[in-house]
């Protein structure tokens, strides 16, 4: 179930992979956290691509993932197979729905799998402290976007598995969102996560880090494609 590492379309990151990181924009990093700062939640459906050499083939889902400072995550997959995985703050649960219901599954890989959710949280908020001692981070301009962060392993040992992580972040009026994650295991294998219809400081439904049977709810609360932005409807106080 290890569908967090990414990977993006090869002509767009190539182009963006291939820029010179522009000194004028590590400013970015600060903006977007700024951007993000007064907003205690946020939830967003997601398109994921994933490109396997092994078999020749792309693997495409649907999934909504829902963020709560300070530290709580749920990232469910909604088709073709659903899955879960729940992370409370303190430990992550992993489900599958089977024969019309969810099953918790004793997955081995949990802590490490509630890693890098949090981590996928942090950077959706805008936070890159944490990956400072990990990652060596620049910013490179890429076209329809305010810039391109790059995350490129300092361990060698680290760059077997990945080699480079890829976030695109766009604006929007005064507001810095991310709208697409990349992280790339080789020169080909994969993972593209593109972002939509982002929800910020919206109620979250109950039990959204605690149970499975929140899904429907969770799923409830995006509008339709052309519907109103729910983001228009109340602003945080500055």
Known sequence: MCVIVMGSGRTNSANASNRPADSSQPQLLRLLRESRAPYHTFATRFH????????????????????????SVRYE??????????????????????????????????????????????????????????????????????????????????????????????????????NRIIIRESEVDMTDMRFRQELRDQPIPEGTFASPEASDACQAMFVQEDGPDPNETEKPKS
């Open 48 to 71: 994921q691509r994933k490109h396997l050499e092994i078999l020749n083939v792309d693997l495409e889902s649907e999934g909504m993932i829902f963020f709560q400072r300070p530290g």
């Open 77 to 178: 997959i909604v088709s073709p197979v659903r899955s879960l995985m729940i992370y409370d703050g303190k430990k992550v649960r992993c489900y599958a729905f089977s024969e019309g219901r969810w099953k918790l599954l004793n997955n081995p890989s949990a802590t490490a799998i509630g890693q890098i959710l949090r981590q996928i949280g942090r950077w959706i908020q805008g936070d890159f402290d944490a990956d400072r001692k990990m990652f060596e981070i620049s910013v490179v301009p890429f076209e329809d976007t305010s810039g391109c962060i790059h995350l490129v392993p300092r361990s060698k040992a680290l760059t077997q598995f990945i080699r480079r992580i890829e976030i695109y972040v766009r604006k929007t009026s005064d507001d810095y969102w991310v």
